[in-house]
């Protein structure tokens, strides 16, 4: 039986072409809700979601807008991050992803893991 804790990694490796990727979100707001410390990694296709404009443009009913979603996240503390190579790959840096995302390697979801974080993946 794993430890009780409060910390969650959760990766989402879908982007708006996913209702997946609102569910995600919604997942992440619910583990905040919870009293949770919620970190998104985010890889592959799902960085799109994160990119200045990428976040507005969908919504999978009957989730709210992934705009929203995302938004609400961030206020509430939640940390998103974004895998290096897969922002590479689509030529976005720091400058081309909404304010408050960080580009971080999979040694921060492995710094949480070592901590006890439990871990989803979208």
């Not at 809700?33 to 990694?41: D, I, L």
């Not at 974004?82 to 999979?106: F, H, M, N, Q, T």
Request: glycine share 14%; aromatic share 6%.
């Amino acid at each position: 039986m794993q430890a009780e804790t409060d910390k969650v990694v959760i990766v989402i490796t879908r982007g708006i072409e996913s209702d997946l990727s609102s569910a995600a979100f919604a997942v992440a707001n619910g583990g905040l809700t919870a009293g949770m410390k919620v970190s998104v990694f985010l890889t592959s296709t799902a960085i799109d979601l994160v990119r200045r404009g990428g976040h507005g443009v969908t919504q999978a009913a009957p989730f709210k807008p992934l705009r929203e979603l995302i938004e609400n996240f961030q206020k509430r503390g939640g940390t998103i991050w974004v895998c290096p190579p897969g922002a590479e790959a689509r030529g976005y840096g720091k400058d081309d992803l909404i304010d408050g995302v960080v580009i971080a390697g999979s040694s921060a979801i492995f710094g949480e893991i070592k901590q006890g974080a439990a871990t989803l993946s979208f």
